[in-house]
């Protein structure tokens, strides 16, 4: 499993690959805390759950992410 973060602004995502869920993301708002403090988690995202790689793309290309990252998207490859 990989697991990598990238901030933009008050949004801040989590994204990776895993053998199991394959591509997915997590992101929260960080300007919006819950009770116990944590930033409020607003998006989830995973190919399990029928997101298609160019919608994982799409959301990634919002932050500032590694190239090499979309471009093994593309490639359908783990990274």
């Keep these: ?17 895993d053998h199991a869920l394959g591509y997915w993301y997590d992101m929260w708002d960080t300007n919006q805390v819950e009770s116990d403090g944590t930033p409020l988690h607003i998006e989830e995202g995973s190919s399990m759950r029928r997101m298609s790689r160019d919608a994982f793309s799409s ?11 979309l471009m093994a998207i593309a490639l359908d490859l783990p990274f």
């Design 59 to 69: 959301r990634l290309m919002e932050f500032p992410v590694s190239q090499d990252h």
């Design 1 to 17: 499993m990989s697991r990598y973060q990238s901030q933009k602004d008050n949004l801040q995502i989590a994204y990776g690959y």
